[in-house]
């Protein structure tokens, strides 16, 4: 190496470059250009939820917060008015926590299941639940229907919530699962086994040692599930018909069906409402969500 | 503080025989060594005693009480695993202090407890810190301490030194041989360095996949190897063998490799021929005397490689197409290609079975 020409080193100095150059101008094009029109359509909601006219979509005149309105007077779009924001909000908000508590405790108990116990049909199993994530809500609709019909979850208000909480959660449980047994399988056998060569009772190694190691797992459920049963929306449509137990999903979805006289800034408003939690999730757990993919369990 | 017997263990996984068929009984306050080379089975030893893994057929008992399907928390042991298997999200400190929270000892004496037993292994200036941010010497050093400190019956390690430089190592040899000593605690030690476990143990037990090859104090494994196996093993550099026949000329015996001839005494002669034909003849390396000039009953051979150790050298000495290793003092001036004679004492050298392995003297 040393005894290379000098030019020769300098050619390859500029190729390193070069090279480098290049993969960052790909990781431009593939990665940031693609997220250009997912900026611009959020840049579009907030300008519009918070001016009264935009110029080209996105450059606001003015300020005001009479789109959002909602939040203290009654919801009102053309001529019909709508239920008030904030029971609404809560029965999506019921279905979000309810998803995501019986998610994170089965599932947690599941994923220690498939992760560290050796049963008859394991490996079956778990190509079984991934198979189950696949299938989506939609073709479930009439079978879940007469379901809940049979246990007298339709038709009753929050009952139907709940029904819709149990289908939801159990339609997530698979795909949570899987997630929180990788969380597991990153705690090696010998650390359980010095906690109980230590003294633990099973109960109190799965408190102080395994449920500590696979916390940023279940966070990650737990945000997920919860994301995911507060913007469902197929099951709600389908089952809820008064409109008290509406959640902002199926509320949204009614307001932009009244399609002749839709208010634009109102619409932003209420969306930007809706995306608060996952605006809020993504930008505090960002490492904790990374962390799924990286996994492992470091100090 | 007990005594520790293991009657006809043996753990199975699947088709591997992983232990086969141990008895071993370790005396209260005894220093037993585990001696063997990867995988034969050590660690699964060690894991049944601690009560993670049940034998799958056969006792273990402490004290005469049968404890085989004791939870491992009843147990009271203290166990360092070969991969330290410390507690990622506590702090050092912690990790130390976990064994006496679970027991509900009181908090300063807990505290008194971890600062004296991470002072004796010289990690008391890491107590705040996280395993991940330790190196391996000192992660092994905090399992240590972590096994330590609960003041156990039996004390567990499995190759717990191994990741110490060699200064420290040293050190730790004799805190640990000691500590083991003041606290008269049972002590199993699991390790494939034969020197370690001829300078710490009381006994050593030797195993070859999962079966165990003698179990005896340091001195008469090196002197009185049960086999070919625990010959090979212990002593470095190793024993040389050599395979051959005895043969009786008019009423003296000889041992013939087919190479040379080893006139041997008539005794001794008359006992191997009694069981077998073929025999191996072993002799240790340091047992050896070199000279340059034909000696009666000297073996020939040529000065292949010299060795220096500083303190003495290792001669490789073809003998036909096998290399013997002798031990010799570096005053000896030997160049490679020269003739030398090899002399072997009679009373130090040792004869196996051919087919069996057994030690026949
Ligand atoms: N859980 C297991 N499942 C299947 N086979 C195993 C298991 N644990 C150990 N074995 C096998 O049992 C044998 C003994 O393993 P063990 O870990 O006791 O060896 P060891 O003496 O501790 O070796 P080392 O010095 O490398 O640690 C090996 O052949 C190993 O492959
Ligand atoms: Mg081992």
């Known amino acids: ?299 | 503080m007990v005594k520790v017997v293991l009657k006809e263990v043996s753990k199975y996984f699947g088709k591997v025989r992983a232990v086969d068929n141990l008895n071993l009984e370790i005396k209260d306050g005894e220093f037993v060594a585990l001696l063997g080379p990867s995988g034969c089975g050590k660690t699964t030893t060690l894991l049944m005693i601690a009560g993670i893994y049940k034998p799958t057929k056969g006792r273990i008992y402490f004290d005469n009480e049968d404890i085989t399907d004791l939870p491992p928390k009843d147990r009271n042991i203290g166990m360092v695993f070969q991969s330290y298997a410390l507690y990622p999200h506590m702090t050092v400190y912690n990790n130390i202090a976990f064994p006496l929270k679970l027991k509900k000892t009181p908090k300063h004496v807990i505290h008194e407890k971890v600062v004296k037993v991470a002072r004796l292994l010289r990690i008391d200036n890491l107590l705040d810190r996280k395993p991940s941010q330790l190196s391996g010497g000192q992660q092994q050093r905090v399992a240590l301490a972590r096994a330590l400190v609960k003041e156990p019956d039996v004390l567990l390690l499995d190759e717990p030194l191994s990741n110490l430089d060699a200064k420290l190592r040293i050190y730790m040899r004799a805190e640990l041989k000691r500590l083991q000593k003041e606290l008269k605690v049972t002590t199993i030690y699991v390790t494939h360095d034969q020197v370690e476990a001829m300078s710490m143990a009381d006994r050593i037990a030797v195993m070859n996949q999962g079966k165990l090859q003698q179990y005896a104090e340091p001195n008469i494994l090196y002197d009185k190897p049960a086999n070919i196996f625990v010959a090979g093993f212990i002593g470095n550099p190793p024993m040389n063998f050599i395979e051959g026949s005895i043969m009786e000329v008019n009423g003296e015996y000889y041992f013939d490799s087919g190479v040379f001839k080893l006139k041997i005494h008539r005794s001794l002669g008359e006992m191997i021929s009694s069981k077998t034909e073929e025999a191996i003849l072993g002799f240790r390396p340091e047992h050896i005397k070199l000279v340059t000039t034909k000696a009666p009953n000297a073996i020939k051979g040529i000065v292949y490689v010299v060795e220096p150790l500083g303190r003495d050298m290792v001669v490789n000495i073809k003998v036909n197409d096998t290399i013997i290793k002798a031990l010799a003092s570096p005053e000896i001036q030997l160049t490679p290609g020269q003739q030398i004679y090899i002399i072997l004492d009679e009373r130090k050298i040792h004869f196996f079975n051919k087919s069996t392995g057994e030690a026949i003297v």
């Open chain 1, 1 to 299: 190496m040393l005894s290379l020409p000098r030019y020769r080193i300098e050619s390859r100095k500029t190729k390193a470059l070069l090279r480098s150059i290049i993969k960052y101008l790909i990781v431009i094009v593939v990665a940031v250009i693609p997220l250009i029109p997912v900026w611009i359509m959020y840049l579009w909601l907030i300008m519009q939820s918070f001016s009264p006219k935009v110029n080209l979509g996105i450059i606001p005149l003015g300020f005001t917060l009479n789109n959002w309105r909602f939040l203290w007077s009654p919801l009102k779009m053309g001529l019909k008015t709508y239920p008030n924001i904030w029971p609404i909000t809560i029965n999506t908000l019921l279905i979000a926590l309810g998803v995501s508590g019986i998610v994170v405790l089965i599932s947690t108990l599941g994923g220690y299941a498939l992760s560290r116990m050796e049963f008859a049909g394991r490996t079956g199993m778990m190509k079984f639940i991934i198979a189950l994530h696949a299938f989506p809500s939609v073709i479930l609709l009439i079978a879940l229907f007469i379901i809940l019909n049979k246990l007298g979850l339709y038709g009753k208000g929050y009952v139907t919530l709940l029904g819709i909480t149990l289908v939801k959660a159990g339609l997530e449980i698979p795909m949570a699962s899987w997630i929180i047994k990788g969380f597991f399988d990153a705690i090696p056998w010998d650390v359980e086994w010095a906690a109980l060569v230590d003294g633990c009772t099973r109960w109190r190694l799965w408190r102080s040692i395994v449920l500590p190691l696979v916390l940023p797992g279940i966070g990650a459920i737990s945000i997920f599930s919860f994301l995911s049963g507060w913007s469902e929306f197929l099951l709600v449509f389908t089952y809820v018909k008064d409109e008290a137990y509406y959640t902002l999903p199926v509320l949204i979805y009614h307001m932009i069906g009244e399609y002749k006289m839709v208010d634009w800034g109102l619409l932003a408003a209420l969306g930007l409402f809706f995306t608060i939690p996952t605006i809020i999730f993504f930008s505090t757990s960002q490492k904790l969500l990374l962390r799924i993919y990286v996994g492992g369990v470091k100090g």
